[in-house]
């Protein structure tokens, strides 16, 4: 539980930390705890009252447990590139900053696996096992950057998951600081442990279960052959029907990724990627498997677009051809960030049939409060990147984006989707948890994180819109908390 005097115990704790760690592990001056104040989603701001840089296990869990000891809140960061706020810090809390555990400390070819310290960056992975002619699938656009510790936290996604599956799906093993400052490990180099899936609870949870100190990725042969292909339509409704008919053929891409109108034109006037004249939607669909396979499937994937309606296919013809088709769609966002001063990135999912239904909801929403919305999606996944265009020096329109922003997430739970696709809830999304879960729903989750992390300190106020005390039984709750009116614990 979180007192009202952690704050005071937070700088306290700076002491212990440099007697332990060292100076170099501990920030306390106010100008650098400021860069600490906010992940990828800068709209949510908080300085730290510490920053710890720990460099092994042990020093995670004298961290974890100096906080245990004095009831101060903690929060994990890997490379704070995290879009839902998850990495935001507490004012009265220590960040515990896992930059410096960079060490890939086994690649296992034999067992197709590598054990990696948190704070390694995602394409270090890949890196680190080409040599040997594998790779660490899961993909997020931020892989050059994002740690696999934040992976794992938001079982992160990216392109090519429509195929190789989220983070959860290539992640067997975790060494972890629990909330109560012990070192366990759960699963391992093998494929299935017996007893609870605890990887799996692990895997997605924010932040909200204790700190991922190893972690043991699954690594896969690299494909044989990789073919691009971009298809040009006159609307998404056309693409997104091209989209369907390829899955429903029983062809799986390792990606398929459309951009609308919008997009496209941010992504031309930014990068000049040359996609098709006059095109409302281009697809790209990116195959990859035994060549002779490859090859029949990309015959398939062409005629599926030809049938709804695409007027212009290119397909690569090499790595420079394919980096080309992919230029456009790399550079959306940024490429958006110069037609607008500001934008949300919203993050929702349906199932792939809904995605033209939803997509019209959208454009409806986007006539309506007069804001213009830019779609760059991972279509066959049917995960959702709608961008929200305002300017904040316009009175009134940065509650308007925020306004049309939510309604999307409303049309993807209409749709039968998700609030969030890869992106998480952190502090962004939790007012948006109870229009898809019950009370109950809510619950329960809090009995799974209370197990974990009974004293609440172990990134509190994210994911949950109404925080349970642990301890405290489910069911409806009537006023203030005991604990809270004692002066003894803060609801965030
Ligand atoms: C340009 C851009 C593109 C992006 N593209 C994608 C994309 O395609 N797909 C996608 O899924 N995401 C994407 N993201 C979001 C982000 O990169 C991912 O969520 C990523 O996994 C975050 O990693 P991080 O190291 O930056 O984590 P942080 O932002 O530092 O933290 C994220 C969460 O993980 C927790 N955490 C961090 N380390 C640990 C640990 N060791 N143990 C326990 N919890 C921990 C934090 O407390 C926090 O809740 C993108 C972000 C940007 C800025």
Known sequence: MVTEKAGLAASGLAGRFRRSLGDRAVISEPEQLRTYACDGLTAHRSTPGLVVLPETTEAVQEVVRGCVEAGVPYV???AGTGLSGGALPHSDGVLVVTSRMRRILEIDIANQRAVVEPGVVNLDVTRAAAPDGYYYAPDPSSQQVCSIGGNVAENSGGAHCLKYGFTTHHVLGLELVTPDGEVVTLGGKAPDAAGYDLVGAFVGSEGTLGIATKVVVRLLRAPEAVRTLLAGFASTDDAGAATSAIIAAGVLPAAIEMMDELAIAAAEECVQCGYPDGA??????ELDGPAADI???LAEVERHCQDNGAFEIRIAEDDAERAEIWKGRRSAFAA???ISPDYIVQDGVVPRTALPAVLRDIAELSFRSGLRIANVFHAGDGNLH???????SR??????AEEVSAAILDACLAHGGSITGEHGVGVDKVRHMPRMFTAADLDTMQLLRCAFDPRGLCNPG???PTPRLCGEVPGKRTGVHPLQE???AEAF
């Open 486 to 488: 004692a002066g003894l």
């Open 462 to 464: 994210k994911i949950f």
């Open 280 to 285: 409302d939607a281009v697809l790209i669909v």
């Open 76 to 78: 994990a960061r890997g």
């Open 395 to 400: 009175p009134g329109e940065e509650e308007r």
């Open 295 to 297: 090859e029949l499937q």
């Open 336 to 338: 958006v960030g110069r």
């Open 386 to 392: 709608p961008l929200v265009l305002y300017d904040a």
